[in-house]
């Protein structure tokens, strides 16, 4: 997830500090905290399927929770992909801003005969 997330630049840790007057919000520190918030939260479904998850070799699934936790579950983890796939679509979104990676090279093959 961090991975992800610094390749799109949306983890908190990574964004440049906010400056006066920016036009955009994507530094503003209320983004970063809620950036912070999901990043926490989605390393919390994820250790929430460690403990409570069928995986893991158990012999018996393990109880005590009910939909609510399944609904907030999903809900966190789907906010979460949406930030990510809707930041990955924009033309507008500062990691296509800030790239340094040149495009791809493709090559014109000739052959003769």
Known sequence: MKQA??????????????????????????????????????????ELRNRYGTGHGRLAAPTGLGPRHARFAVGTASTWCELMLDTLADPDAPWRK????????TSTLTTST
């Open 98 to 105: 800030a790239s340094t990676t040149p495009a791809p090279v």
């Open 5 to 46: 997330q610094q390749a799109l630049h949306l983890h908190p840790a990574a964004l440049p500090p906010a400056r006066d007057g920016a036009a955009s919000p994507d530094n503003a520190d209320s983004i970063k905290r809620i950036l912070g918030a999901l990043t926490s939260a989605a390393i919390g479904v994820a």
